[in-house]
């Protein structure tokens, strides 16, 4: 074979290749779309998974079906999502723990979380809420700091290297607080212990504490999130009083596995972006103590990007060792 008739044979593949992927974008989906979702059925972020399969089935126009497989972090979601063709038909509902926080902590254990999954679109946005029992004498944020100094404050969280737990040693590094972290197993009976008196102080979602702060158990010192939140509009973010560095408090995203087309993963995100967008599904979001947003591939993989250099950050700042 010439060189000639070689080049005209490769750009001919290439030309198939390419005319292949187009057709495939445009009758993409033409059977049920699977949604992963790496954590048990009934938690917040199987719930909101589920809101959000409901929604894109009619933006898609086909069924979207969720497939729980928690276990290992997220890691065994992640290797069922990888070992699936790469066709845009099984997807994984992402967080920033398993696809960001996770992978850096235990890299041993996590699989390549990152690199083998391509970014879709973020879905929501989340954030932290630092309370007290409503009968405590600290007030603010300002008066917290001040108080470990007389006595170390205790923090309860949903567990050793979580987003809490990280964003409370950098606020403990930056403010001189004396804090003790508190782990336990799932926000309930941290928020049980701290409305009981038992532990000082939790950090914890806005959904583990939505019911707490509005039956006034529990009151509310600061939010950890870029702006102060519709529902709480009375509790100052951690920026206003000074501490910068705690507004990425956590995300959901849909991921694709490595290879999928941006053709599809393009129209995944822009599904997602024209549901999140009615006042509709901001109310339903809000509801479940998170903010909607969607966003296209690229945005989420620079959310992603952020959040990775954080937990270094933070790791690197305050030299934690998340193991204890």
Known sequence: MNRRLML????????????????????YPDRPVTLVVPFSPGGGTDLLARLVSTKLEASLGAPVVVDNRP???GAVAGAYVMSQPADGYTLLFGTSSTNAISP????????DMIGNFEPVSLVANSALILAVPA??????????????????????TFGVGSTPHLLGTLFASESGA?????????????????????????????????????????RGLA?????????????PTFAEDGFDGLDDAGWFAIFAPKGVSKDIRTQVSDAVRTVLETPEAQKEFANLGVTAQGSTPDELAQKQDASVALVKGILSQTGIDVFK
């Open 8 to 27: 005209a044979t490769a750009s001919q593949a290439l030309a198939l290749l390419a005319l292949a992927g187009s057709v495939q974008a445009q009758t």
């Open 135 to 156: 009968d405590s004498p600290i007030t603010d944020l300002k008066g917290y700091v001040a108080a470990s100094a007389e006595q170390p404050i205790t923090y309860g």
């Open 178 to 218: 004396d804090l003790i972290h508190v782990p336990y197993k799932g926000s309930a009976p941290a928020v049980a212990d701290v409305t009981g008196g038992h532990i000082d102080s939790a950090f914890l979602t806005v959904t583990a504490l939505t019911a707490s702060i509005k039956d006034d158990a529990l």
């Open 104 to 111: 850096v902590l235990h890299d041993d254990k996590m699989g």
């Open 223 to 235: 939010v950890a999130a870029p702006e102060r939140l519709s529902q709480f509009p009375d509790i």
């Open 71 to 73: 276990g290992a972090s």
